[in-house]
């Protein structure tokens, strides 16, 4: 499954975002502009479509995420993915889109829901799932239109409840619907990652994503379970930090007094071992912790150990915010380089920076910009004339990077001529 592109209005300061992904793509704006509210109306957006009923009541009433833009504050939210997935051996197009109204209190409402797919880009849509605010259908057999009702609750998604219905001839497409997962990464202090932590949650599941505390623990689990995989984060952070010849994880067994069971009521247990992480310098006659090493390289692995779970587990989607915050400018177009080569074909990358030499190493046509106004709406407009960007770069004597980030801390206007709403060649 791979995510084509989304488009998201109603959440905090943004307005009509349309995105298309590429393999890796970048939202560049000045500092506090919508990068991030961008990033978390994605993961917002797929979210809501796993949570139960009860935490969708609670996502619809989040005052955190409503819009309080004076000059933009719709009462509804809305979003709408495009996907590429398999079906029946076949690649189809899948658009879903799904809306609810804003409350603070009671009366949570979807008001509408949809979902089509098409088998050639082509031809036009089939509608499986159609809802409004007064009715909802879905398609009940390939022959069927979609009419057959089907009762849902006000705070209640078709998309969750036909996972149910197992004779759907697009029953795949729901159950990977269901399923779909995205992360994002801030820009966080990593050392804490490293620390060998005797006490562990009893859900605590090694391929987690939100929480890689306890990391050696976890690096310690894919070495046994996932050899492969290792091995090339282990290549890919050697080849990062060449000076790093060997990373040694050991694991070691506590003689702890007997513990009764924990009860309900505790979160976490005591763990039986811990796991203890070192590297090798090629330079240094002794083995170095995590203690020794800069917050940007403690910061690397633990992006790189993300990038290999997100392709375990077939992820769609991988945003980082700030990656330039990891590595030297120089080393910066060797990290992205790596990111791809440690996901599949199908997990897109997207980067939040407001780093010129970031965007320097990018294709222009996968370059979103955060476009200043004065009314404090987010609004990013991707580059559809790459190619004149590059030439006036190149007559400047500067970066595509550094002549976007000029633009856009003093020439508006200027800057708009290299801006559209959708992608060269694109609808």
């Not at 796993?50 to 509804?76: F, G, Q, T, W």
């Not at 403690?298 to 590595?327: G, H, S, Y």
């Not at 006036?392 to 206007?413: R, W």
Request: with cysteine; proline share 3%.
């Amino acid at each position: 499954m791979k995510l084509l592109s989304v488009k998201i209005d109603g959440f905090r300061n943004l307005k009509d975002i349309h995105v298309s992904f590429s393999d890796m793509c970048a939202l560049v704006s000045t500092n506090d502009y919508g990068k991030s509210n961008l990033l978390d109306a994605i993961k917002f957006t797929t979210d809501f479509m796993l949570e139960s009923r009860d935490s969708k009541r609670k996502m619809m009433a989040d005052m955190s995420c409503m819009p309080y833009n004076i000059n933009h504050h719709p009462d509804v939210f809305s979003a709408e993915l495009l996907l590429a997935v398999d079906f029946d051996g076949l690649e189809c197009i899948v658009e879903y889109h799904f809306a609810f109204e804003w409350r603070y209190e009671e009366e949570y409402k979807i008001v509408s829901e949809s979902l089509k797919i098409k088998q050639d880009r082509s031809k036009k849509f089939t509608t499986l799932i159609n809802r409004d605010e007064s009715s909802a259908q879905y398609k009940a057999s390939d022959a069927a239109r979609c009419n057959s009702k089907i009762s849902v609750d006000d705070y209640e998604l078709i998309l969750n409840k036909l996972q149910a219905y197992e004779d759907l001839y697009y029953h795949s497409i729901i159950c990977k619907l269901n399923n779909i997962e995205i992360y994002v990464d801030r820009y966080l202090d990593a050392s804490s990652s490293y620390q060998p932590d005797p006490f562990i949650r009893k859900d605590f599941n090694e391929l987690d994503l939100e929480s890689l505390h306890n990391l050696p623990r976890i690096l310690f689990f894919l070495s046994k379970q996932y050899p492969d995989e290792y091995h090339r984060l282990e290549d890919a952070y050697m080849q990062l930090f060449p000076n790093i010849i060997e990373i040694q994880i050991r694991e070691l067994e506590l003689n702890a007094p007997m513990i009764s069971e924990p009860t309900d009521d505790f979160s976490h247990v005591i763990a039986d071992k811990i796991y203890l992480m070192r590297f090798k310098d090629k330079n240094l006659h002794r083995l170095l912790d995590m203690d020794s090493l800069s917050g940007g390289a403690k910061r690397a692995f633990v992006l790189l150990t993300r990038c290999v779970i997100a392709d375990i587990r077939q992820m769609p989607l991988l945003a980082f915010e700030e990656l330039e915050n990891c590595v030297h400018p120089s080393l910066l177009k060797m990290l992205l380089s790596i990111i791809k080569q440690l996901t599949n074909d199908d997990c897109n990358i997207l980067l939040a920076s407001h780093s010129p030499y970031l965007v320097s190493y990018l294709n222009p046509q996968d370059i979103y910009v955060g476009l200043p106004n004065d009314e404090g709406i987010a609004e990013f407009l991707c580059i559809n004339n790459g190619k004149k960007l590059l030439i006036d770069a190149y007559e400047s004597n500067c970066s595509i990077g550094d002549l976007l980030f000029d633009l856009m801390s003093s020439d508006h206007d200027n800057l708009l001529k290299y801006l559209g709403r959708n992608k060269a060649g694109l609808n």
